[in-house]
T-cell receptor, first 112, second 111 residues
């Protein structure tokens, strides 16, 4: 296991479609985070998990966004009825207890 | 809501020059991390500072945490083109494990 992996790396979709991103964290890390980043900006917190429990969800996240981590391992982030404003890089990170964040390379979403 | 402001927003310098970028908060940091992000990749941790007044060095990079723990700076000596990237500060929110990132400083070092 060499790091956090995200899939797909790039997704182009039409407005109104649903998309799902997957994140596989470093295996021994119990915390998993999702961030959204637009060009030239810092990552914006979306949600995080400790094991399978979703501990916090940003108020910026509308009801169209949902994240799961069913067995405390991989996680999925689903966006329903995508809008052009959802176009961004979606970053996943994992961390061990009390440790630093290790980021994946991100999933870039373009909504046409 | 904790706000992290970074300055400058953009910086373009010649190879060999020195530079300092800043991270300021509206309230006291519990801890602060600095990351560097290159295009097409996720951020990578450079350093974590915890104690007010703390100074840490990483080769040509010097990180300082303000005495009041509301600000931090990153100084790069003799910048090189390999230092080019987006520099981000991030605060670990007290009582949770949520990390809030700053607005970022985009650095370009010209050869």
């Amino acid at each position: 296991d060499t790091g956090v992996s995200q899939d797909p790396r790039h997704k182009i979709t039409k407005r109104g479609q649903n998309v799902t991103f997957r994140c596989d964290p470093i295996s021994e890390h119990n915390r998993l985070y999702w961030y959204r980043q637009t060009l030239g900006q810092g990552p914006e917190f979306l949600t995080y998990f400790q094991n399978e429990a979703q501990l916090e969800k940003s108020r910026l996240l509308s009801d169209r966004f949902s994240a799961e981590r069913p067995k405390g391992s991989f996680s999925t982030l689903e966006i329903q009825r995508t809008e052009q404003g959802d176009s961004a890089m979606y970053l996943c990170a994992s961390s061990p207890p009390g440790g630093e964040l290790f980021f994946g390379e991100g999933s870039r979403l373009t909504v046409l | 809501t904790q706000l992290l402001e970074q300055s400058p927003q953009f910086l373009s310098i010649q190879e060999g020059e020195n530079l300092t970028v800043y991270c300021n908060s509206s309230s006291v940091f519990s801890s602060l991390q600095w990351y560097r992000q290159e295009p097409g990749e996720g951020p990578v941790l450079l350093v974590t500072v915890v104690t007010g007044g703390e100074v840490k060095k990483l080769k040509r990079l010097t990180f300082q945490f303000g005495d009041a723990r509301k600000d931090s700076s990153l100084h790069i000596t003799a910048a090189q083109p390999g230092d080019t990237g987006l520099y981000l500060c991030a605060e670990g929110t007290s009582g949770t494990y949520k990390y809030i990132f700053g607005t970022g400083t985009r650095l370009k070092v010209l050869a």
